[in-house]
């Protein structure tokens, strides 16, 4: 989220949006369940908020490349 809270991007399941963009990067994940990003930011404040599928718990890792 950025400064005012607004949702700048989500995803689920990486390979739904953005596949050719992020195995690009050579940061794509090996799991076609995990979730990735790609986006441009200007410099400032963000959140992420990480949350499980269907309310489920678990471990999250956010991870953040400046990418070639």
Do not use: C, M
């Amino acid at each position: 989220r950025d400064v005012n809270g607004a949702v700048i991007a989500s995803n689920d399941d990486w390979k739904s949006a953005q596949q050719a963009a992020i195995t690009a990067t050579g940061f794509a994940p090996t799991n076609d369940s995990e979730s990735a990003i790609l986006t441009t930011l200007q410099a400032g404040n963000y959140t992420a908020i990480v949350s499980g599928k269907n309310g489920a718990t678990g471990v999250g890792i956010v991870e953040i490349f400046i990418a070639p």
